[in-house]
């Protein structure tokens, strides 16, 4: 069975600062690899997804991700973020079967922005 | 587009109560997604349609749930009866053909249930 793992609950970065959120995934073949964002009391939005291709991925409000198969893991990453990017961070896999199949979603990183 | 629209956005019934929770798709989706979101278990799958067919109904946890899709643009999610366990945020996502098509979701209902 598929699984995600995002170690980190919260996490605490300066404005200004780096980012990197982490996740490890579980799956048996080739997965599709996502990044949403929630912030409160909204619906997700897709920041990035990694489905082939180059392993560095880019997304929106200028976040990134590396797929790194060896290492099972698909950590996100700013190089500076602002007090705006303080949201809930899920990390998902999908199948990459034909048709579309529901994700698996991590538990979620809460990430808190420190003026 | 609009999104994916689901009503109502909060929902306090009690205990033994019916709930029927609503989706509306984008249009030209071709699946749709239930999905609910608790602290303990964060988001689970609940079940999925293609083309209003029912493809995987694993992650409903019980009998009383119960999903359905009547038409393209149109889905519901029932509870009946409602117990307090089932109090959480519900989600209805929308995607094209495939997995690498992005998943939209919709704003979510909250449910309470007393």
């Known amino acids: 069975a598929q699984s995600v793992t995002q170690p980190d609950i919260h996490i605490t970065v300066s404005e200004g600062a780096s980012l990197e959120l982490r996740c490890n995934y579980s799956y048996g073949a080739t997965p599709y690899l996502f990044w949403y964002v929630q912030s409160p009391g909204q619906g997700l939005q897709l920041l990035l997804k990694y489905f082939s291709g180059d392993t560095l991925v880019q997304g929106i409000k200028g976040f990134e991700a590396e797929f790194k198969r060896s290492q099972s893991s698909f950590n996100l990453r700013k190089p500076s973020v602002h007090w705006s990017d303080a949201a809930e961070y899920f990390c998902a896999v999908g199948g990459s079967g034909g048709g579309a199949d529901g994700l698996t979603f991590g538990k979620g990183t809460h990430l808190i922005i420190q003026p | 587009d609009a999104g994916v629209i689901q009503s109502p956005r909060h929902e306090v019934t009690e205990m033994g109560q019916e709930v029927t929770l609503r989706c509306k798709p984008i249009?030209?989706?071709?699946?749709l997604f239930w999905y609910r979101q608790t602290m303990m278990r964060g988001l689970e799958l609940l079940i999925y349609?293609?083309?209003?067919?029912?493809?995987?109904d694993s992650g409903m946890p019980e009998d009383r749930f119960s999903a359905k899709m009547p038409n393209a643009s149109f889905s519901t999610l029932k509870i009946q009866p409602s117990e307090p366990r089932d109090s959480a945020v519900y989600f209805c996502a929308s995607s094209f053909k495939t997995t690498a098509d992005t998943q939209y979701f919709g704003p979510g209902t909250r449910l309470t249930v007393l």
């Open positions: 349609f293609n083309n209003n067919v029912p493809i995987d």
């Open positions: 249009s030209g989706h071709d699946y």
